[in-house]
């Protein structure tokens, strides 16, 4: 079992490094990239979300957001937004803190449901 849960967490770091190489390139405009690593990201985030160990992770969850928001934009898709609200949700619900450090002026705006 400690074999298949090491695993899960690699997809979960996978996931984490191919959200970071969609991001470098989508900065330098190179949507093929992007999308390509964006595709790579998604495929490890579902697995690790999935996963009975790490799917109440926190990190998890986050990046399931951002990933999903991503691919929001090169697909304009609802259930891709409504997979990324949900993932944010369950991240604010697993991690607090966290979210209350972050800059929200910096990002814009502050969802309504981070107030509840």
């Known amino acids: 079992m400690t074999g298949f849960t090491f695993s899960q967490k690699m997809n979960e770091t996978q996931a984490v490094m191919d959200f970071k190489k969609y991001a470098k390139a989508a900065a330098t405009g190179n949507m093929e990239d992007a999308k390509s ?3 790579h990201a998604k495929s490890a985030v579902d697995a690790a979300a999935e996963h009975p160990d790490t ?3 926190s990190k998890t969850n986050f990046y399931k957001g951002e990933i ?7 697909t304009r898709s609802k259930n891709d937004f409504k ?6 949700k369950k991240f604010y619900i697993l991690d607090k803190v966290k979210v209350k450090k972050l800059d929200w002026k910096k990002l814009n705006n502050k969802p309504e449901w981070i107030n509840k």
Request: without cysteine; aromatic residues 16%.
């Open 55 to 57: 799917k109440e992770n």
């Open 83 to 88: 997979t990324a609200l949900e993932a944010y």
């Open 37 to 39: 690593a964006l595709d």
């Open 68 to 74: 999903y928001m991503g691919l929001h934009s090169f």
